[in-house]
């Protein structure tokens, strides 16, 4: 069994070889543009290639005109390793190597969070209606397309706030941008006393999301 060392992520932040890659909560993530989406269809083979001969396999996504998504995590830490790290320094290569350009302030993970007094309750019928699957205590979508879902255990029901609401993941260097458009766009800030964790913002109607970075986590 292979041995893996866990990274934190800030070590991730400081380190100048990992300038394309963010961290999102758990996992690392790249964005590369390739010119074209022959030439980025390419860089996703290489990849795959370079993943089988380190046995540690991302998750890639390649859309129209050339956009090429890979995260990385280690399932046996739970989080990120030195087999991360290698494989995201491979990757930044084989993206010079195709004229792939590093977008790492687009990067962006999306969850659903529900409120509510008894998550073993209401969690099959989510993972029924979805077609998703339990992993710990979230879930997630076998085919790795649609939002994590996960519950949120309350001390008392809410009858004042919306108990939906979504998780906007983003970059840390780019959370104070996001949170700032937000409210330029019409939103309102709900609370920043888990900021830089997360903020809640609300739009007009009282809709809630919340911007989430790595930071100030104590797992």
């Known amino acids: 069994m292979a041995s893996y060392t866990p990274v934190t ?8 070889t990992l300038a394309d890659w963010r961290v999102l909560v758990y996992a690392l993530h790249g964005d590369f543009v390739a010119p074209g989406f022959s030439a980025g269809a390419t860089l ?18 390649l859309r129209w005109p050339g956009r090429v998504h890979v995260a990385l995590t280690t399932h046996a830490v739970g989080g990120l390793s030195d087999a991360d790290v290698a494989l995201a320094r ?30 073993e309750r209401i969690r099959p019928f989510w993972e029924a209606i979805l077609g998703y699957r339990q992993r710990k205590d979230e879930l997630v979508d076998p085919r790795g397309t649609g939002p994590t879902m996960w519950f949120q255990q309350m001390d008392e029901p809410r009858t004042d706030r919306d108990r939906l609401h979504l998780d906007v993941i983003v970059p840390h260097d780019e959370a104070d941008a996001r949170v700032e458009a ?4 019409g939103g309102r800030l709900v609370s920043d006393a888990f900021a830089r964790s997360w903020w809640i913002l609300a739009d007009a109607d009282g809709n809630e999301a919340c911007v989430c970075t790595w930071q100030d986590r104590s797992g």
């Open 182 to 185: 937000a409210l330029a766009a």
């Open 44 to 61: 996703v083979q290489a990849i795959a290639e370079a993943a089988d001969a380190a046995d540690h396999h991302p998750d890639v996504d």
């Open 90 to 119: 491979t990757i930044s290569q084989l993206a010079t190597e195709a004229g792939a350009t590093p977008e790492p302030g687009a990067v962006q993970a999306v969850e659903i969070c529900i409120d509510t007094m008894d998550a």
């Open 9 to 16: 992520p800030a070590e991730i932040a400081a380190d100048p």
